[in-house]
């Protein structure tokens, strides 16, 4: 019965409910409400399992008394059936599949079947597992007692499956008995059709043939219908696109219904909700059936341009496939060609010119510089050392090998100059890189201060960096950071003309000191400065006073207080007195400050580059 129940709630109740919640007119069908039937088996105090727990609570109480108050408290109920016998001992229901009659002898002794305490403690008591797991632990209950008795339970029980039941989505399988005689290949019309009615069955049917059983929202139809849309529709969203809003997608829904679903008999067969479109069964599958033809004309419309362009896609990918195949053996060729030509090459030892075959210490030579630059052509390698060796080979081998060298050297010194700054090139030759290395690293586009800055040494190692060469360059860069650090300060203490000389002269100083200390740090990195001349150790003394720093600092500012120099007059050369003043205040001597401010023609700026670059 309660079953049915939620049957009648989940088919009928919320169906009429979601219809009035989209603004649809869904016409009322009758279908037979039970709830009243469940009133009387389990309403509280007055249903039949709370009159049967009160009297199994009364000790004196009997099953003829029991079964008379189930008379008095729901006689005249349309669903209870009070027997024509005055002897207490049944009552009727009218359940929705049939009415029973239930018999109450011995009714409060199956309800009170509890078991006592006492005999429960002696079951956990026992020394045997199998006796312990009969029953249940004994749980002490706290609070006011309750009854404790078969139709509690039983009622407890029905409550949580109802609970579960409205969580979930439920779905019915309902099963149908032919015939009375329960044999098979026999059907008993009568039978099969008093139990569809009583389930409800013939009114959900009913219910559905006048309402709409098919409901898609907007947005579902829509992408499902739009195959079979009207030229309107599909000219406004082409390519995809869909409606903007909500209320553009319900009028385009509605326009595709008008345009494919006609009126049967004067009765529309959708219906448009606020969030979705109800269909009849039969609209729904005149539907189906125009989207599957709609389909299929697609299908056979796009074959042939599939088809056209499947040919040209395999047209072009055969091309491409032929052109790189024909690249790559033109390529093979030209490699075998020049790997042949530089064997032929090295066979006849370059024989261009009038030199003619190298033989001893020339063809050695020659051997060992195909080896070191490999990027050379080898008329040029021949060229180079048979003219070394036809000038000095005969009387000095190993100068004829020295100028052969230097000669290439220069050659690819200037290959690099033209594409390599001056001041990095000028780095390169400090640390006395190899013209190999010189060419990786223009190679990997090394070309800049940045650049240098962030080589680590992993990738001076990818490079072919040896361990002397690593070393040079961290030195120099070292020098260079610092003479850039000092540059950039020297014009920061040149532009402050308001300053005294005093200030400059202290500025400088630090400065000197900060730069001696730096470079004496890399001699000795380098191994040209003892421990002791390092800073924090006490430097040696000389008798003859100060002198200029020895690893090449700048030299000393005059102390605080000492005698200036008289301003003089603007020499011809264009630059000041004052600015030769200046100069010689951060401890530059002065006739190196007016040679470099006539040279600078009196750009102090350029003048200061001049004379750190001569410290």
């Known amino acids: 019965e309660s079953l049915q129940n939620h049957y009648n709630a989940y088919t009928f109740i919320q169906d009429e409910a979601e219809c009035k919640e989209e603004g649809i007119t869904c016409p009322h069908v009758d279908y037979p409400d039970n709830q009243k039937c469940l009133d009387l088996l389990d309403m509280k105090r007055s249903g039949v399992f709370s009159v049967l727990d009160a009297e199994c609570a009364y000790n004196l109480g009997t099953d003829s008394q029991f079964t008379e108050k189930v008379w008095e408290a729901h006689n005249g109920n349309q669903y209870f059936v009070k027997p024509r016998t005055t002897r207490p001992e049944k009552f009727g229901v009218n359940h929705y599949a049939a009415t029973v009659t239930y018999t109450t002898a011995g009714w409060r002794d199956k309800n009170s079947d509890t078991l006592k305490n006492p005999i429960k403690e002696v079951l956990q008591a026992s020394a045997r597992e199998w006796f312990r797991g009969l029953l249940p632990p004994i749980v002490e209950e706290t609070g006011p007692k309750k009854a404790n008795t078969v139709a509690s339970k039983f009622k407890s029980q029905l409550q949580s499956l109802r609970e579960e039941l409205g969580r979930t989505e439920s779905h019915f399988v309902r099963t149908v008995k032919p015939n009375p005689q329960m044999k098979p290949a026999i059907i008993d019309h009568d039978t099969v059709m008093k139990q569809l009615t009583s389930a409800g069955v013939i009114e959900t049917i009913k219910m559905k043939r006048a309402g709409y059983p098919v409901r898609l929202k907007h947005s579902d139809f829509y992408l499902r219908s739009r195959i079979i849309a009207p030229p309107s529709v599909l000219a406004r969203y082409r390519h995809g696109h869909l409606p903007a ?195 990786a690293l223009h190679d990997a586009e090394i070309n800049n201060r940045t650049a240098l800055f962030a080589l680590t040494a992993d990738k001076m190692d990818r490079l072919g960096f040896s361990l002397q060469e690593k070393e040079n360059l961290q030195a120099v860069m070292l020098k260079q950071q610092s003479d850039w650090v000092i540059n950039q300060r020297l014009n920061l203490l040149i532009d402050a003309g308001n300053r005294s000389r005093e200030d400059l002269a202290r500025d400088m100083d630090k400065l000197n000191k900060a730069a001696d200390t730096i470079r004496r740090q890399m001699a000795h990195a380098s191994g040209g400065v003892p421990p002791s001349a390092l800073p924090g150790r006490a430097p040696a003394t000389s008798s003859r006073g100060p002198s200029r720093p020895a690893s090449g600092g700048l030299p000393q500012a005059p102390p605080p207080g000492a005698s200036a120099r008289a301003p003089q007059a603007a020499p011809p050369g264009g630059y000041s007195t004052e600015q030769v003043q200046r100069f010689v205040a951060m401890g530059f001597p002065e006739s190196k400050a007016r040679e470099a401010l006539r040279q600078c023609r009196g750009d102090a700026r350029r003048a200061a580059d001049l004379l750190l670059s001569q410290t």
Not at 418 to 430: D, H, K, M, W
């Open 245 to 439: 809003s909500d209320k553009e997608m319900k009028e385009v829904c509605r326009e595709i219904c008008a345009h494919v679903l006609p009126q049967v008999r004067g009765v529309a067969q959708f219906d448009i909700g606020h969030t979705k479109v109800f269909c009849k069964a039969d609209a729904s599958d005149r539907l189906e059936a125009m989207r599957h033809h709609a389909i299929e004309q697609a299908k056979v419309t796009s074959r042939a341009f599939i088809y056209r362009w499947a040919l040209s896609w395999r047209q072009k990918e055969k091309e491409k496939a032929q052109a790189l195949h024909v690249r790559r053996i033109e390529e093979e060729k030209i490699r075998e060609r020049k790997k042949r030509d530089r064997e032929e090459a090295l066979k006849r030892h370059g024989t261009r010119g009038p030199q003619g075959n190298l033989r001893g210490p020339s063809e050695r030579d020659f051997s060992d510089f195909v080896s070191l630059f490999p990027h050379f052509d080898i008329p040029i390698i021949n060229d180079a050392v048979s003219m070394a060796h036809q000038r000095f080979g005969a009387t000095d081998p190993a100068k004829a090998r020295t100028v052969a060298q230097t000669f290439l050297l220069d050659i690819q010194k200037q290959k690099l100059a033209a594409i390599t700054p001056v001041t990095i090139l000028a780095i390169f030759e400090e640390a006395r890189l190899s013209s190999n290395t010189q060419k």
